[in-house]
Every structure is written in C-alpha cells, then in structure tokens.
C-alpha cells in the first residue's frame, strides 16, 4: 500500500529555531507539492515541483522558507528562523503529473513555534 | 478572487439518508479537475473522488457521487447512506490546466452524521 510518508509528525520549536520537514513521496511520482494549513487561511500552496525541479514556490515567504528535492526520494521544507505565525499543519502530497494526477497527501506535520 | 466557493460551513445528517455537499468553481481554463478530499478528525486527507472537465458521466465512487453541472460551474458531492464514520471536513479542490498543477481548495464544509 503505497503511501506518502512525512517526518516529523509533530514538531514543538522556539522562535528562532530551524525547521526542517521531510517528506517521501509515493515511488513513481513526478509531483511534488507542499500545503500549509491553517484555521484561518485553509490549505494553501507553498511550493510545488516536478521531475525534481522547483516550478512555484510563489507561496512561500522566500526570506525564511526554502524547499528542495535532493534526490526522487525526498522533498525537504526548511524553515529559518521560525516564527509563531508558522505554527499549522504541513502537507506533502505527491501525484502522477499526468491522467487524472491525483494528489495523495502524507499525514502531515504538525507545527507549534512557541 | 476566490477560486473554489463552499456556502456550507456545516452539514447535519442522519444516518443512512443522503446528503449533498455543494461546491463552486470559478476557472476560465477549459481544461481542469475537481477533487473531493475528506479530513477526519485525525487530521490526514482522503481523496474520494474526481472529476475532469472532459468527462462526459458524473463521476461515481462506491457511495460517492459528484454531481457537475459545468454549465453552473458546480461540482457537488454527494454521499448516499451516511454513516457515522463519514463525520469529518470534506474540501473540494480545483487543478486548473493539465495535469501536474497544484490544487486550490475550498475552506471546506465540516459534516456531522448523526445516530
């Protein structure tokens, strides 16, 4: 059962602190996207790649925020310095890029910047 | 401009009786996709169902259906026989263009199935 999987699940910081998210997406996918979601803004775009290759990351605060794809196995969030205004769920979803190009989500991490 | 339009912040239902949760889009690209998502209250996202916007037949999932009315740009979901396990947030979400893009999302429709 092919699942994408995302570490930490939660992850408690100070202000200040690095961040950093790992996501592996489903083996096969070309797609790659990162979601943030809040109580008041929804699920919102933070960056999105394919085959590897950034191709938005309009969503994302470029000061603090970076997003990477070292290899096909994983996709990475950093954020540095974090702040409590980054406190919200982080989602990885994969999909296909192609036909139908379901997204499938991780289980998300769970983000709390005192 | 608000992409995906969902009125309906909350939903009650009883069990077994149908209910439908209402989305609106709002693209002017011809080609594009709707997804329904579910969130229980642990937190992941389920895809459910999807629609394209070439598809000629309403897309249909075991007790799931979207009801699209391209026309009206609306893209319901309906779930027939309700359990107490369908309570949860539910999304309906939009690709815009080819596939490969992302998804924007609605605020999303919170709904309680009742015994």
Redesign the interface.
């Known amino acids: 059962d092919a699942r994408v999987t995302q570490t930490p699940r939660h992850k408690v910081t100070e202000m200040g602190q690095e961040v950093t998210m790992r996501c592996q997406p489903i083996l096969g996918h070309?797609?790659v996207?990162w979601?943030r979601q809040t109580m008041m803004q929804?699920?919102?775009?933070l960056a999105?790649f394919?085959n590897r290759a950034p191709l938005?990351d309009s969503g994302m605060p470029k000061d603090r925020f970076s997003a990477e794809m070292p290899d096909a196995t994983l996709a990475t969030l950093k954020i540095q310095p974090s702040e409590p205004r980054d406190s919200a769920?982080y989602?990885c979803?994969s999909?296909?890029?192609?036909?139908?190009?379901?997204?499938?989500?991780g289980?998300?991490t769970?983000l709390t910047v005192l | 401009a608000q992409k995906i339009t969902q009125t309906q912040p909350g939903m009650f239902v009883q069990e077994k009786e149908a209910v439908t949760l209402d989305c609106t889009y709002d693209t002017s690209d011809p080609s594009y996709g709707l997804f329904w998502y579910k969130q229980p209250s642990s937190g992941e996202m389920i895809f459910l169902i999807y629609q394209g916007s070439y598809d000629q037949q309403n897309a249909t999932e075991g007790r799931y259906s979207l009801n699209f009315q391209k026309a009206r740009k609306s893209a319901n979901l309906v779930i027939s026989a309700s359990q107490l396990g369908d309570s949860a947030m539910y999304f309906c979400a939009m690709r815009e263009g080819p596939s490969g893009y992302a998804l924007n999302f609605g605020k999303g429709t919170s709904l309680l199935v009742t015994p």
């Not at chain 1, 999909?95 to 989500?105: E, K, P, V």
Request: aromatic share 22%.
């Open positions: 070309n797609t996207f979601y929804g699920l919102e775009l999105y394919r938005d769920v989602f979803a999909g296909h890029g192609q036909g139908t190009d379901t997204q499938y989500f289980p998300g769970r």
